[in-house]
């Protein structure tokens, strides 16, 4: 990977110059200091790169010259993460994390044991702090995707909005819990194939409510257990995205 990279907004023709916008022509110029001649990856988080070459070492308006694109396949299967807040500041790791390990779509859940709350105007800041996570971090990464994340949502009310997704899952505590292995061979003896779309739900501290997992339940989602021991919820996304990612996305 080269090692300059940089996000571009999707251009509505294909370019010959690609102009960056302020913020990303400081950090290539000043931050990661790039100069002209210099090789770099312009990508626009939806599959498309474009091997450029450094014209300009401006760092308010940096000029790359496009020598050719390619289009990045996208992973076997897209997974959706739903996470309930978190305490601090451990969404943005999350976000980050998520996105490292090929996540599509990210859908921040407000449940009942959920602490934080987020007024509309918070909660509109937030998820704008959350897409520029994603965005760096699949800068760090290679990662030519980046994650949707959506508003901020009820729980509930996005379990009973969920549809499109051959397999639902959500972590939990519960004896009955079964392993994801188990859930993953039944789908393929019962399908043929893998699952293409996954659903994965990962609750707060003290995890969902028995109301909320009876929710879940009736929604179609398959209760997984994440092992013996108790994760906190920012480790049982990651622990979660991990497996699912090994088992799915071709290890």
Not at 31 to 57: H, Q, Y
Not at 96 to 113: M, Q, Y
Request: aromatic share 6%; hydrophobic share 40%.
């Amino acid at each position: 990977m080269p090692d300059f990279r940089v996000y571009c907004q999707p251009p509505e023709r294909e370019p010959s110059v690609i102009r960056l916008t302020a913020d990303e022509s400081h950090h290539l110029v000043a931050v990661n200091r790039a100069r002209p001649g210099d090789t770099v990856v312009a990508f626009d988080g939806r599959g498309s790169e474009w091997i450029c070459e450094l014209l300009e070492g401006d760092r308010r308006e940096a000029s790359l010259k496009v020598r050719f694109v390619q289009k990045a396949r996208p992973l076997p299967c897209e997974i959706t993460l739903g996470q309930a807040l978190p305490k601090g500041p451990f969404m943005d790791a999350i976000v980050r994390k998520a996105t490292e390990l090929g996540a599509a779509c990210i859908v921040p859940l407000e449940s009942d044991r959920v602490v934080v709350q987020l007024d509309d105007d918070r909660s509109e800041r937030k998820v704008e702090k959350w897409r520029l996570a994603a965005t760096e971090a699949a800068k760090q990464c290679g990662n030519p995707f980046i994650p949707e994340i959506l508003p901020v949502q009820k729980a509930t009310a996005f379990m009973e909005a969920s549809r499109g997704h051959e397999l639902k899952l959500i972590a939990s505590l519960q004896p009955a819990a079964l392993p994801l292995k188990s859930v993953l061979a039944a789908f393929a003896a019962a399908h043929g194939r893998p699952p293409r779309k996954v659903l994965w739900l990962v609750g707060p501290e003290g995890d969902f409510t028995p109301a909320e997992l009876g929710v879940a339940k009736s929604f179609g989602f398959e209760p997984i257990t994440l092992g013996p021991l108790v994760l906190r919820c920012e480790t049982a996304a990651i622990y979660a995205l991990s497996v699912i990612s090994y088992e799915l996305q071709g290890g």
